[in-house]
């Protein structure tokens, strides 16, 4: 499969994994770029598409796991249960 390769709508959602009626207002909202031939006929190329989901791809955050609390002390944080307070729940 080539980088310049042309879709057509159904093709690259199924590429992208959604439907293809979202995809035709991400094109109308203008996020991705389109190639228009007579008669209405679209195509979108496939390295179009790859660099739309790199631009929407949020790396993890770093350093998340060097914090020594529990997980149980991480979701009682702000409840006011976890410092020597007693539960509700029996």
Same mark, same amino acid.
């Given at each position: 499969m080539s980088a310049d390769e042309l879709l057509n709508v159904v093709d690259a959602a199924n590429y992208l994994g959604i439907r293809p =009626?979202?995809? &035709?207002? =991400?094109?109308? $909202?203008?996020k991705i770029e389109i190639v228009k031939?007579?008669?209405?006929?679209?195509?979108?190329? &496939?390295?179009?598409? $790859?660099?739309f989901v790199a631009?929407?791809?949020i790396k993890a955050r770093q350093g998340?796991?060097?914090?020594? &609390?529990?997980?149980?002390s991480r979701l009682l944080e702000g409840t006011g249960v976890g410092r020597g307070e007693e539960s509700l729940a029996r």
């Open positions: =009626w979202t995809l &035709r207002h =991400w094109v109308s $909202d203008g031939y007579g008669n209405g006929i679209v195509r979108i190329r &496939r390295s179009v598409l $790859d660099r631009s929407c791809t998340h796991g060097s914090n020594n &609390r529990s997980k149980e």
